[in-house]
């Protein structure tokens, strides 16, 4: 497997992270703008920012959670070079429930279709983490 196949769904991830950091910060200055919300002292994730920036906020800091689970195993993948077909598939398949979670999380916000989506994701993730495991222990 080429390390492009084996990146690029980390790529696609990352940029993810990347629109919603951007996201997050313009909807902040837009709600500062408007008057929504009092700068004060401490951390302004504490604040009490308008729902709509509350949500993309919360969905890109969700993205500093799971997927470092998702760069992990991938780097682990590459330099071990234990990546395969299957190896990418599941990458892939883990990359579009992230996506999907974060247009739930940003738009309708339904708890339970969103745990839906992040359960999913969970468990693509640990047969990822399964799968990388077996193939280095069995061929050792």
Known sequence: MSVQMILAPVFVLVL????LAVWMGRSRFAALRAGQIKVGPGSPRNADWPEPARKVSDCFHN???LPLYFYVVAIL?????QADLA???LSWLFVALRYLH????????R???RFGLFASGALVL???????ALKIYTLA
């Open 63 to 65: 993205q500093l959670e």
């Open 77 to 81: 993948a590459l330099v071990t070079r």
């Open 102 to 109: 974060a247009f739930e999380h940003t738009g309708r916000n």
């Open 16 to 19: 993810l992270a990347v629109v």
């Open 111 to 113: 708890l339970k279709a």
């Open 87 to 89: 190896f990418v598939v």
């Open 126 to 132: 640990l047969a990822l983490w399964l799968y990388l």
